[in-house]
């Protein structure tokens, strides 16, 4: 899941400005998951603008915003309420937000910062594991990213800045590669870190990424 | 002879290292470089060393050069890409330097410049493959084509680099160290310089496999300064540990130092029954590593 957090409320003040009529727009997936965007805080935030004297036109939370062909949907349905709105607040991850200024010629405020893909660890408490790099190592590395979990995405071991286990940047942290190290030789798959891995393909992992899978492929 | 010739020939070998400044006055670093002239074999220069922005190791290597010393070439791969890694090396044969020593960096977050972009497009074990193939006389260019270290384009005069690496041989846990130390030999690292080691019965063994991996192995000697020194180490810097004996002898002294001084030359000297030589980092008081090296009678 995508993880986010709510920017502070002065600064999308800021942002929103002079400008008076608000709509607000939440994320039923990951930004509720990570209560930034989710029905809850939508209204938080709709209560906290009336009370900074703005006029909210509307609101809706749509069931994923970064799904284009939906959100326009949604938007058709609330056509009126947008008519009469000079900025929309997007409370959803960056991918969100660009959904929304795509199809509105409206100013679109972002209220998030976009964190990560995160994993749920318990409620409220995610980390990332993956880094959506483009070609993945799991299966050489005992099914641990060395890409994510060493701070410097190191492909060959530990560098030098490991200390009892844990990383230099952060001694709460744990080394990635003493991670894998101990899995594969738990699982008596030594050999695996044997090999050299070569350099990381970074043309993999050019931006804007696309992809288009046929229909067909996706039946099968 | 050489800092390679040396190694090759079996010769005890004494490196030591000294820091660029941040700025432009090199009058210092030149001082404490022309100080070591003569009583040490080569010395290392430190690139952005613990990720603190100085003039450039390239630059400053050069400059050693020129006053008849020979360098080792720090290089990291925290804030080059490979493009810039290899364009640096070539730039270091041109200028006459000829000993590297490969490094992965500290984190740029440890340093002075936190909020900077960590490169690490490649780590260290690719820099000395990248090594390897610029003294082959061909690039990096075609790694993209068919996922491996392929041939690359022929270079317009190829490198003659001697090129070096780092291990600790103190590491906790130590095994994954280990595997990426024989990486590193496999790679085609021709020596290595350690970071500081004071658990003599410790490194005993890991020369052991050093041995067996035929690779000629420097020890890191780290002039200890005080016993707060020594317990700021043992608390911060990972990878080494001061045993609680060289801190008593510290500190039953009048004079710290002179007893650290005493401490690296013994070190010195039990190192020469066990590994190829010994690479001595005296932050800061590079004066000191004269003092060293007559204590210890090299």
Redesign the interface.
């Known amino acids: 899941m995508i993880i986010s957090q709510q920017k502070p409320f002065e600064e999308i003040l800021g942002i929103i400005g002079e400008k008076n009529k608000v709509f607000i727009i939440g994320c039923g997936l990951c930004a509720t998951h990570c209560q930034s965007g989710g029905e809850e805080q939508v209204l938080e935030m709709k209560g906290r603008l009336l009370r900074e004297g703005k006029d909210v036109t509307g609101h809706v939370v749509i069931e994923a915003v970064c799904h284009i062909l939906n959100s326009k949907k949604e938007f058709r349905a609330k056509k009126a309420e947008l008519k009469n709105t000079e900025v929309i607040l997007v409370m959803a991850c960056g991918a969100g937000v660009q959904t929304v200024s795509e199809l509105q010629k409206i100013q679109v405020v972002g209220a998030l910062d976009t964190l990560f893909l995160g994993n749920v660890k318990r409620f409220g408490q995610f980390e990332e594991r993956c880094s959506l790099c483009g070609e993945c190592l799991l299966n050489k590395t005992g099914g641990i990213c060395p890409v994510t979990t060493c ?15 844990k990383c ?2 952060d001694p709460e942290r744990d ?1 990635g ?2 991670k894998i ?1 101990e899995r594969l ?1 738990q699982l008596g798959q ?1 050999e695996d ?2 090999e ?1 891995f ?6 993999k992992g050019t931006k804007p990424a696309a992809l288009v899978v046929e229909r067909q492929e996706v039946k099968k | 002879m050489s800092f390679q010739q040396r190694l090759e020939k079996k010769e005890f070998t004494i490196t030591a290292e000294i820091g660029p400044p941040k700025g432009t006055d090199v009058s210092e670093m030149l001082k404490n470089a022309q100080r070591l002239k003569g009583r040490v074999h080569a010395v290392n220069v430190t690139d952005n060393q613990s990720a603190v922005m100085r003039l450039s190791s390239l630059a400053s290597c050069h400059m050693l050069v020129e006053m008849g010393i020979e360098p080792i070439f720090q290089i990291t791969c ?1 804030d080059r890409n ?1 493009l810039a890694l290899q364009s640096d090396l070539l730039s270091a044969h041109a200028l006459g330097i000829r000993n590297v020593l490969t490094l ?1 960096g ?2 740029t ?2 340093g002075d410049h936190p909020q900077a972009k ?1 490169v ?7 820099l000395l ?1 990248i090594i390897q193939k610029l003294n082959e006389g061909r690039d ?1 260019s075609t ?2 084509m068919n ?3 392929s041939d690359g384009t022929v270079l317009k005069g190829k490198t003659q680099l001697f090129p070096g690496a ?3 041989p103190e ?3 130590l ?3 280990l ?2 130390f024989s ?1 590193k030999v ?2 085609g690292a021709k020596f290595f310089q350690t ?1 500081a080691v004071y658990d003599y019965e410790k490194f005993k063994e890991f020369m052991k496999k050093a041995r067996e991996l035929n690779t000629k192995v420097l020890a890191g000697i780290l002039l200890l300064r005080s016993p707060g020194m020594a317990k700021y180490l043992n608390k911060n810097v ?2 080494i540990t001061v045993p609680d004996v060289l801190i008593k002898e510290m500190e039953s002294s009048s004079q710290p130092l002179k007893a650290g001084v005493k401490i690296a030359a013994r070190q010195i000297k039990q190192m020469q029954e066990i590994c190829d030589g010994v690479h001595i980092m005296a932050i800061g008081l590079e004066d000191k590593v004269l003092d060293i090296l007559d204590e210890a009678g090299m």
């Not at chain 1, 070569?198 to 043309?203: I, N, Q, T, Y």
């Not at chain 2, 690490?120 to 074990?125: I, M, N, Q, R």
């Open positions: 701070s410097k995405g190191l492909l060959n071991g530990p560098c030098g800045g490991m200390s009892d286990g230099e940047v080394c590669w003493v190290y030789e030594l870190l044997e050299i070569a350099p990381k393909d970074f043309s | 925290r490979r992965t500290d984190h977050q440890v960590p690490f497009d490649v780590d260290s074990t690719h493959q990096l790694q993209f996922k491996k270290l780092v291990v600790c590491a906790n846990p095994k994954p160290q595997l990426r990486k496999t790679a970071q990972p990878g």
